[in-house]
């Protein structure tokens, strides 16, 4: 197993800093959930995104030149996995599509994304974004202090694949904070028992990639996007979370889910 050196505790201060980029970040998907309709361009979608983390929440959207990365928000249709670069494509009616947002606000990041459905989805697109759904919250329902990352990542691919579908395994969860990216990664698939501890302070996403076919995934020319090996459909939802002394925060709740608790 890697090794995990750098897992970072947030202090009390620095929660409070994550719990604010989390917000931010969910505050940009409801912001922009009702503009994704027909006819809108992914690059649209960036733009109101971006203009929208700048300018009014006077933050950063972390993507943009990211390791290269040219815009401010990943937009992933249909076989599209993750990191889709937003452009030109318009979207149709029965298309799914994936928006991850990831802010930076006084240092610190929060990261989020959902799955939208277009117009009418076919009834297999809309069972696999709801199972997608639903195998975040099993993991997130999994944290809390003395379980392991693996028993989290075992709940993904058990329900998953008790589904008829399949998890990536090319990409992960991980910790985040002053950084986009840090220790650990928290993988969707696993054994109960084994991998890191988890602790009081510790924050991290659950992202799982659920495919509709087959796990394998191939990277584009654009060096980003990534896609299903076998063009199946793939879905991913993320949250950004808090390990508490009892259990776990969800920093990046959308309004609704805020209302519900
Ligand atoms: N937001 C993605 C994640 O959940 C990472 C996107 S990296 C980018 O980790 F460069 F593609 F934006
Ligand atoms: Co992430
Ligand atoms: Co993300």
């Known amino acids: ?23 931010l970040a969910a505050d940009v998907l409801d912001m922009i959930a009702p503009r994704v309709l027909p006819g809108i361009t992914t690059g649209e979608l960036d733009r109101i995104c971006h203009d929208f983390i700048v300018d009014v929440q006077k933050a950063i959207p972390a993507p943009l030149n990211y390791k290269g990365f040219p815009k401010s928000i990943c937009t992933s249709i249909n076989h599209v996995v993750c990191h889709g670069i937003p452009g030109e494509r318009q979207l149709r009616g029965g298309d799914i599509v994936n928006l991850d947002i990831t802010v930076i606000k006084d240092g610190f990041h929060g990261d989020t994304s959902r799955m939208f459905l277009v117009g009418d989805c076919s009834v297999q697109a809309r069972r696999l974004c709801s199972i997608g759904f639903e195998a975040m919250w099993l993991g997130i329902r999994k944290v809390a202090p003395g379980q392991r990352l693996g ?11 008790s589904q008829g579908y399949s998890v990536v395994r090319e990409y992960c969860g991980h910790g985040i904070g002053r950084g986009f990216h840090e220790d650990p990664q928290v993988l969707h698939y696993g054994e109960p028992g084994t991998g890191l501890e988890i602790e009081p302070g510790m924050t991290f996403t659950v992202e799982p990639m659920v495919n509709a076919g087959k796990r394998q995934v191939r990277l584009l020319g654009d060096g980003w996007t990534v896609v299903t090996k076998d063009h199946s459909l793939s879905a991913q939802w993320e949250h950004t979370l808090l390990v508490t002394t009892d259990g776990f925060e969800v920093l990046t709740l959308g309004s609704a889910d805020r209302a519900r608790t």
Request: hydrophobic share 40%; aromatic share 2%.
């Open 1 to 23: 197993m890697a090794r995990q050196a750098q897992v970072t505790l947030k202090s009390p201060a620095e929660q409070r800093a994550m719990r604010v980029a989390g917000r």
């Open 151 to 161: 028993d989290l990542g075992h709940t993904i691919q058990q329900y998953v694949e």
